[in-house]
Nanobody, 117 residues
């Protein structure tokens, strides 16, 4: 059974940092894509960042460029999201996602990030 398990969420003050982790089990995604999405209260889920396992190519939503960094450890089938200079509007449930091709087909349960003033 393929499973993604996120960790690292929590409460942080604006301007602070958090690091999210996502460990995949049941399948390797080193040749596919892994990424992060988020859903804020009352809003639709949106893309945050993604990374291709084979090339290491990364892409980010404009709202997080320069503040968030996605990285992966292919050997451990794990993806990370380093979030710096957090803003109130970054408050959301963050979901890890993965796929063997270019589409995300497997989702984690989510980890909550709350940024306070």
């Amino acid at each position: 059974q393929v499973q993604l398990v996120e960790s690292g969420g929590g409460l942080v003050q604006a301007g602070g940092s958090l690091r999210l982790s996502c460990a995949a089990s049941g399948r390797t995604f080193s040749s596919g894509v892994m990424g992060w999405f988020r859903q804020a209260p009352g809003k639709e889920r949106e893309f945050v960042a993604g990374i291709r396992g084979s090339s290491g190519d990364r892409n980010y939503a404009d709202s997080v460029k320069g503040r968030f960094t996605i990285s992966s450890d292919n050997a451990k089938n794990t993806v990370f999201l380093q979030m710096n200079s957090l803003k109130l509007e970054d408050t959301a449930v963050y979901y890890c996602a993965a796929g063997l091709g270019y589409a995300y087909s497997v989702w984690g349960q989510g980890t909550r990030v709350t940024v306070s003033s």
